[in-house]
């Protein structure tokens, strides 16, 4: 029972990659769904799989037939979206949706079809036409089911079981300072491939500026495989490569005949993977990223991020951000701060996101939801941070904004937990060699002007993060310039999350909390220490915009949202917002 509820591992899905540069048809859009927090879609009374669950989208044969349900005459909720922000009911909803939506099939099917979901928050269950297909583990990661030779013409019923139910065993786990979005958050699609296609084409400049990437060919039989060969042509510069063994390499003579990618001329060059009828036409940039001593450079400049953090909620309305749209007007905001860098915090953000980063020329952290309370010790838990960290870097390990693999975010020291980042920093190596590692890391708070961090977890990661709340939770303000940070690692620091919460609009003087005045307070005597931190590489304060948690309660105050944004829910822009 506890099995068929919380599914600890995904099952038959895969990862497909350059989804944008492929043939798809949307399925977004107004589908029918059914709340049901007892999972009776699922199991039956005795806890067995209900045969007739709600998966099977049946309708009365004869006037005496009882069924249960009814999606025709059920909710309607849109997808993609959170479902929280949809009906007053779901609002602190934690359980299972079952969304339903009909689709035409009217032409004969490609070689290969896939049905791919962007993100759905946690765990879900796809049914095409009543048939259980596959199971996925993690909230927001991408997915794709294949779906060949099922689509016959005509009409197909597509049911998916989203479940949300906060468990120990999940990444993450029972705590977390943002909503529990729940639903289909991102777009579903059919995504059409040829029999033999490349399924994770991948692209980026290493430190030596290299150009190294490759591709798993899939659906290949030994007589097809390598005639011809496979392919990625640098359109702009003349140059092609071959695949081999899974791998394409450009030296770095060669690649300097490329204009490089940087935060001030964002470069895209055009790209085309080819591999027999198999083509990606897409947009790539190239630029070195690595750590000398306690610098990082960019093309061999020392580079200083001037970041902020970001979390995954829309520029309005307290809703998981998705979308062109969402991502665009978010690093707009981040660009009006005169901002280089984006911390693109606590989990996997949408694609959107890096890609918008890429265009705009701003640097990206990207980071896995292994936050607070995480069951380390479990077999199970590291089985899906590997396989959530394997979607985070296959999906963007082509994009030159991204610069920083973060794995964790304010974790408590212990061996179980050194170990499992270990493993986790050592995935990401794997997946990716040429950018680097972080884990934002907890300050212990001190009375000593000199905070010592001793986290032996700063020996693995390629760049120590902290996050600090002086003046806020601890410490006084006029204390704040006069701290400093020292780490036993003589690596770069990076002060990942500091700030101060501030209703927009609520004036005052700077003693009193929860005035912009406080928080832009705070902000200055921040910078102040930053100034002084020889081995500071950068900065992303928490926040960029107030955003909907539920440990925020304060009535007229914080009323659900955590208030430390420099700009509201609804994007008006607080006094801290100028002094950053
Ligand atoms: C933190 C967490 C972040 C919280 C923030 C806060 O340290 O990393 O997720 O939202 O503090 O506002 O307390």
Redesign the pocket.
Known sequence: MEQLLNPKVSANTVLLTNLACRQRRSLDGTWRAIIDPYDTGYVNILGQRNKLGYFRDLKPRTPSDRVEYDFDRSLELVVPGDWNTQDPSLLYYEGTVWYRTLFDVDRAESARTFLSFGAANHTTRVFLDGEELATHVGGFGPFAVEVTGRLALGSHSLVVQVNNRREPDRIPGMR???WNFGGITRSVELVSVPRTFLRDAWLTMAPDGRIIGGATIDGADSATLNDPPCTVDLIDAGITAELVDGGVEIDAVTASRLERWSPGAPVLHRIRWACGQDVIDDEVGFRTVKVEGNRVFVNDEETFLRGISIHGEGPSGGKRAHGPDDASTLLSWAEDLGANFVRL??YQHDEHMVREADRRGLLAWTELPV?WNIAFGSEAVMANAVAQADELVIRDRSRASVILWSVA??TLPDDARLSFLSTLVQRVKVLDSTRLTTA?L?TIPSKDPVVHIEDPLGEVVDVIAI?Q?LGW?YGQRLEIASTTFSTAFAKPIIFS?F?A?AKHGNHGTDEEIWTEEFQAAVYNEQISMIRNQADCVGLSP??LKD?R?P?RVLPEIQDGY?R?GLVSEEGERKLAFDVL
């Open positions: 977390s300072d943002w915090a606590h936050y975010n304010e934002a907890l996050n709340y939770y999350e700030g919460g928490w926040i955003f948690t440990l955590n430390k």
